[in-house]
């Protein structure tokens, strides 16, 4: 007997006869003797509705930039209705199931509304509830914070709540169901053979998720390595009898290091920002960074061109699509304090990357990803890289000829 979490995102969840469905996922588990606690997410498209009402109420006012702790109020709300279904449901089937919300875990988290951390789970009475054989449905996404208001992780969260419970009840597994098989070598939208990978490592899946393979919440990631828990991705759609053995995203086993790249992942979500002629002396960067952190702004790549002897240079960088216009005015703002003289920006940039931690032994890693870029005249405007990925910020009308010359380069589709 183990004891398994197991979570459903949105579209597993999306309309009753997925939730029977799921019913049926969660039966077999528990049949087989297995404690299960399962964690949902509300139905696919129902958080970006209840988002978009609050987003409605805040278009009435200029100062509603602030997130309101209501907010997380509001939004935890789909993943109450879907984790009392799959509880009804199960109970139809004749098992002992129940529901969990957040604080009647309780899940705790930080005061950071909208995106809260989890600072802790205690949960004694789900542990008993598990032990007498009820399944325990839980409603991701959602917890509550000392002063006893709902708090939600972060879009995506649900995941976090399903890892993050997984330690805190010393599960066996945690099995994430999705609406993909596995992860992939690259998202097959793109490159038809890609290939699903059986294994995955913590921190290629970590930097996989950051870079916008949006199948797990990074956070999630980031929790399961520092706990050194499993998770198996695979998807709540196969037919029955179907093989689904799904990817294991685990500690780096050493097969693993065989294979140079594992993975080509991309994000249309970029804009490029060049400060022109900032004067080149200590603390300029630090100015820069700080006007933008002032302003919540993420910066992703740094590059500082070349001083010439005037003591000037240009400095460019990306942000999320989303805050160049926020971005542009806090820099705007404070043109004088930093101390540039214009600005030049453009959203029409991707950044693919590709991901491996063989890059740590092989060596000719980013020839072959530039020659593969220079053989079809895709200029490269900004590098990044890390020990084990490297990053280039393209002209986006390439993004999937370059995501598709890099699989073939490193031979994804065969390895
Ligand atoms: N329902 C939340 C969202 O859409 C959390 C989740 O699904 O993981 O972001
Ligand atoms: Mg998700």
Redesign the pocket.
């Known amino acids: 007997m183990a004891r398994i979490v197991m979570k459903f ?2 579209t597993s969840v999306a309309d009753l006869d997925r939730i029977r469905h799921v019913a049926g996922l969660v039966e077999a588990e528990a049949k087989a003797g297995h404690e299960v606690a399962v964690v949902v ?2 139905m ?1 498209g ?3 509705r209840l988002v978009a009402l609050v987003d409605a109420l805040d278009g009435d006012t200029d100062n509603a930039d602030t997130i309101d702790d209501e907010y997380d109020h509001i ?1 935890a709300s ?2 109450q209705v879907t984790s009392g279904l799959l509880a009804i449901a199960l109970r139809r089937k004749g098992l002992k199931a129940r529901s969990w919300l957040g604080w009647q875990i309780p899940l705790m988290t930080d005061f950071a509304y909208s995106k809260a951390r989890i600072s802790g789970i205690k949960s004694p009475a789900m542990d008993e509830s598990l032990k007498s054989g009820t399944i325990g449905v839980v409603a ?2 959602q917890g509550i914070t000392t002063d006893n208001r709902i708090s ?10 399903a890892v993050a419970i997984a330690v805190a009840l010393k599960a066996d597994r945690c099995d994430i169901y999705t609406d993909v098989d596995g992860i992939y070598t690259t998202d097959p939208r793109i490159v038809k053979n890609a290939r699903r990978l059986d294994r995955i490592s913590f921190e290629e899946m970590l930097e996989l998720a950051s870079l916008g393979a949006k199948v797990l ?1 990074t956070r999630s990631v980031e929790l399961a390595m520092n706990n050194d828990l499993p998770i198996r991705v695979l998807t709540s759609m196969a037919k029955d009898g179907e093989p689904n053995p799904g990817t294991l995203v685990c500690n780096e086993v050493n097969d693993m290091e065989e294979r140079v790249v594992s993975g080509v992942a991309y994000s249309r979500d970029e804009a490029q920002i060049t400060l022109l002629r900032l004067k080149d002396k200590p603390g300029m960067v630090a100015k820069v960074t700080r006007a933008m952190s002032d302003a919540n702004v993420i910066v992703d790549m740094i590059v500082q061109g070349i001083s010439r002897s005037d003591n000037a240079a240009n400095l460019t960088f990306t942000v999320g699509k989303r805050d160049l216009e926020k971005a542009l005015a806090a820099l705007n703002a404070s043109k004088d304090a930093i101390g540039f003289e214009g600005i030049k920006s453009d959203d029409n940039v991707s950044k693919v990357s590709i991901v491996g931690i063989g890059m740590r032994s092989h060596t000719g890693v980013a020839q072959t990803m530039f020659e593969a870029l220079a053989e079809r005249g895709i200029n490269v405007e900004v590098i990044a890289t890390s020990e084990i990925k490297i990053s280039v910020l393209i002209d986006s009308e390439y993004t999937e000829l370059a995501v598709r010359a890099l699989h073939a380069a490193f031979e994804l589709e065969t390895a």
Not at 152 to 161: A, E, F
């Open positions: 995102g949105g997410s509300a696919s129902e958080t970006n939004v789909g993943e991701g996404f939600t992780l972060g879009r995506g969260g649900s995941d976090t709540s919440q």
